[in-house]
């Protein structure tokens, strides 16, 4: 899938305001303002990214971890999985997962709202698990952001885009290479 997803990556024509694409969709050095464009259209890729049903061929590894030899009926089983390509239950499943992402990344928020986001995420993981949808730990820990979220505020105030932004910031300062208690005055100098 990951092949497919940079493919998708590739094909899109981004619009002109667009200036700063990471060089890769899997590369490391992607900075926090390239990802945030990424976001948007990131959904939409790894639905093209899984569209080949690959459910099956991950039950059938776990199946081979947990059992060397495993029966004719384990192997039935495993075949029978399918996930649901209704682009309908995909599409309403989208929907509330960017309403739930919308209410929960909000700069202000209320613990009515913090549960309303957080409901709405439960929802949607739910569904796509009823839909047989491949789905990674995150999802998990997802569930226990209504927690984190009312013990330490908003998620705006305690993401990490503004770090990486500045760490951006004072990478690109040219320091000519000083050391020895220099460097620092550069780059607050330049802060």
Same mark, same amino acid.
């Given at each position: ?9 590739c ?5 002109v305001s667009?200036?700063?694409l990471?060089p890769s969709?899997t590369? /490391?050095?992607s900075k926090a303002?390239?990802?945030h $464009?990424?976001i *948007?259209?990131?959904?939409v890729g +790894?639905f093209v ?10 039950c059938?590894?776990i199946?081979?971890s947990?059992?060397a030899d495993p029966n004719q009926?384990q192997l ?7 996930t649901?390509r /209704?682009?309908r239950?995909h599409?309403?499943?989208? $929907?509330?997962? *960017?309403?739930?992402?919308?209410? +929960? ?6 613990p009515?709202?913090v549960?309303r986001?957080c409901a709405?995420l439960?929802r949607?993981c739910?569904s ?11 999802f998990h820990?997802?569930?226990h ?7 330490f505020?908003?998620?705006?105030s305690t993401?990490?885009?503004p770090y990486?932004?500045?760490?951006g ?6 320091h ?6 220099e ?8 802060w």
């Open positions: 899938p990951l092949d497919r997803l940079e493919e998708f990556f094909r899109i024509i981004w619009p667009v200036a700063c990471p969709v590369s /490391s050095s303002d390239q990802w $464009l990424h *948007s259209v990131l959904f +790894l990214a899984w569209e080949v049903d690959m459910l099956c061929q991950r059938l590894e199946l081979l947990e059992s009926e039935d089983l495993v075949d029978s999985f399918t649901d /209704s682009i239950q599409y309403s499943t989208m $929907l509330e997962f *960017s309403a739930a992402i919308q209410i +929960l990344s909000s700069c202000s928020i209320s009515r709202e549960e986001g709405a439960s949607v739910q796509w698990g009823n839909m047989g949808v491949h789905m990674t730990p995150y820990f997802a569930q952001f209504q927690h984190q979220m009312l013990q505020g908003p998620c705006y993401w990490a885009f990486e932004w500045n760490n910031f004072l990478g690109w300062t040219n000519n290479n000083h050391k020895g208690g460097l620092e005055c550069t780059m607050m100098q330049k």
